[in-house]
C-alpha cells in the first residue's frame, strides 16, 4: 500500500460529461502529481501541485482542470468528455519540496476510466 | 515527444533467467528511476539512480545508468513468475516532473 489513495477506482461515463477523481496523497506529502495513462500514448504527465499551488504542467488539455485544496487532497476535473479520454489516472505524490526532483513518488492505484 | 523509449517493447522469459531492459532518453538528466506496474494497477518505486552514479544494486535489481549514451538498463537477475509486469523508467527534467518511458512488458513463464 503506497499510502496514496484514489477514488473512485473505476468511472464509465458518456460523452460530453463531466467528471471530477479524487486524489489523497501519502500523510505529509505536499505534491501531488497526476498522470494518464492510455494504451495509445503511454504514460503521460499531466500537472503537479504543490501545498496548494500550481507547479508544473504537461500535456493536460485545457478541457482538464486540477486543484489542491488546503488539506492536500487534490481532484482532477475532465469535462467535455471524448472517447479518447478513457485512459487510467493516476495520481502520485512526494514529500519533497516542489522544485526539486523527487527522490521516490508513490501511486495510486489510479482511477479506470471509460467514455462510452 | 516528451518520453523515453525503453527496448525491448516485450520480453518473454523463463523462471530463472535473467531479464535486461533498457532506457534511451533526450535530455540531460539528474536522476533516472525504474517503475513497476502490474496490469492496470498504479506504479511501485524500484530504484533511483543519480546521473553521477554508473550502477546501482538493490536486492535481484541492477541498474546502469550511461549519461554519454543518455541510456540506462534494468537487470532482473533468477527471475520468478512474480516479476511478471510492466518495467518503466522515468527521469526528471529541469523541473520536478517525471516523464516516463513507453515501458517493457515482461512475462516470466513459471
Known amino acids: 500500500d503506497s499510502g496514496v489513495t484514489q477514488t473512485p477506482k473505476h468511472l464509465i461515463t458518456a460523452t460530453g460529461q463531466r467528471v471530477t477523481l479524487r486524489c489523497s496523497p501519502r500523510s505529509g506529502d505536499l505534491s501531488v502529481y497526476w498522470y494518464q495513462q492510455s494504451l495509445d500514448q503511454g504514460l503521460q504527465f499531466l500537472i503537479q501541485?504543490?501545498?496548494?499551488?500550481?507547479?508544473a504542467k504537461g500535456n493536460i488539455l485545457e478541457r482538464f482542470s486540477a486543484q489542491q485544496f488546503p488539506d492536500l487532497h487534490s481532484e482532477l476535473n475532465l469535462s467535455s468528455l471524448e472517447l479518447g479520454d478513457s485512459a487510467l489516472y493516476f495520481c502520485?505524490?512526494?514529500?519533497?519540496?516542489?522544485?526539486?526532483?523527487?527522490?521516490?513518488?508513490?501511486f495510486g492505484q489510479g482511477t479506470r476510466l471509460t467514455v462510452v | 515527444s516528451q518520453q523515453g523509449e525503453e527496448d525491448p517493447q516485450a520480453l518473454s522469459i523463463q523462471e530463472g533467467e535473467n531479464a535486461t531492459m533498457n532506457c534511451s532518453y533526450k535530455?540531460?538528466?539528474?536522476?533516472l528511476q525504474w517503475y513497476r506496474q502490474n496490469s492496470g494497477r498504479g506504479l511501485v518505486h524500484l530504484i533511483l539512480i543519480r546521473s553521477n552514479e554508473r550502477e546501482k544494486h538493490s536486492g535481484r535489481l541492477r541498474v546502469t545508468l550511461d549519461t554519454s549514451k543518455k541510456s540506462s538498463s534494468l537487470l532482473i537477475t533468477a527471475s520468478r513468475a512474480a516479476d511478471t509486469a510492466s518495467y518503466f523508467c522515468?527521469?526528471?527534467?529541469?523541473?520536478?516532473?517525471?516523464?516516463f518511458g513507453t515501458g517493457t512488458r515482461l512475462q516470466v513463464f513459471p
Open positions: 502520485a505524490s512526494s514529500a519533497e519540496e516542489g522544485s526539486v526532483f523527487p527522490a521516490e513518488a508513490f
Open positions: 535530455t540531460s538528466i539528474n536522476n
Open positions: 522515468a527521469t526528471d527534467e529541469d523541473t520536478d516532473k517525471l516523464i
Open positions: 501541485y504543490y501545498n496548494g499551488e500550481e507547479r
